[in-house]
């Protein structure tokens, strides 16, 4: 695909974004486009963010790392995108939905907050782990700018891994002292026990999606950056949110993350 219809698709997902409106799939648009394309279109509306916005980049997220979600949206590899100062929200949040979310979904998640800089390839868990400062819950809420949430991976890709905004827990602890792939999450909507999961979930331990993620970006000479925040996947099924709703999750031995949409 040529440097002028990435950008022009680019555009697209920044005005369907800012508009509060969506597109129909790229990929039925554009039948030979590849993960490389949707990658540069990605990073073409995240530069449109930094520029026009004047947002920052603190962060990087893996997406449709679970069996439960490849399976609800029809996407079996891991998606990746950027996180922005704009999307990030601080624990109990109140999150307004009209004119800042389109078709929004609530997936738990745990998050990790670099201490050192990280450049695939050749990323190991030890590597991502040594490069940890602490791990926090997280409520990440995604949202596609593609109609319906009808995507393929180059969609999700192409759509900034159907970044909308996040929710970082308070509480911070040292990845060191867990064993993660056994962390067991909990989840509430509205008062009410909705789903749960465990830290293997997501490619079986979050150290391996994190690494799979630092050497995926790393194939485009992007790093992890000291003091970023990187979202490593949902534990369980993406579950729909509406204005009105309450969501909560708990991790044993950790803490709690919760955000209200209004």
């Avoid at 039925?28 to 920052?56: F, K, P, T």
């Avoid at 602490?134 to 999700?156: H, L, N």
Wanted: aromatic content about 6%.
């Amino acid at each position: 695909m040529d440097k002028q219809r990435i950008a022009e698709l680019g555009d697209e997902l920044y005005r369907a974004l800012r508009e509060g409106r969506t597109l129909a799939p790229l990929t039925d648009r554009e039948a030979d486009i590849s993960i490389d394309d949707a990658y540069h279109i990605s990073l073409h509306m995240v530069n449109q963010r930094v520029e026009r916005d004047g947002e920052r980049i603190v962060g990087k997220k893996i997406g449709v790392t679970s069996k439960p979600v490849q399976d609800m949206l029809g996407v079996f590899q891991p998606d990746f995108g950027f996180l922005t100062d704009a999307m990030v929200y601080a624990d109990n949040a109140d999150i307004p939905v009209a004119g800042n979310l389109i078709q929004p979904r609530a997936e738990g998640e745990i998050a990790f907050r670099l201490k050192k800089d990280l450049q695939g390839p050749g990323v190991t868990e030890q590597d991502v782990l040594d490069a940890t400062e602490s791990i926090m819950p997280c409520f990440e809420i995604v949202d596609s700018r593609i109609d319906d949430w009808k995507i393929k991976i180059q969609d999700t890709v192409a759509d900034n891994a159907s970044c909308g905004v996040y929710v970082l827990g308070e509480n911070e602890v040292d990845p060191r002292d867990f064993d993660l792939p056994n962390l067991k999450m909990t989840i509430w909507k509205n008062g009410e026990f909705h789903s749960e999961g465990l830290g293997s979930a997501v490619q079986g331990n979050p150290l391996t999606a994190v690494a799979w993620l630092a050497n995926t970006l790393g194939e485009f000479g992007i790093p992890f950056k000291a003091g970023e925040v990187i979202l490593s996947g949902s534990l369980a099924p993406l579950i729909p949110v509406v204005a009105g709703d309450e969501m909560r999750l708990e991790i044993d031995g950790i803490g709690g993350c919760a955000c209200r949409f209004v």
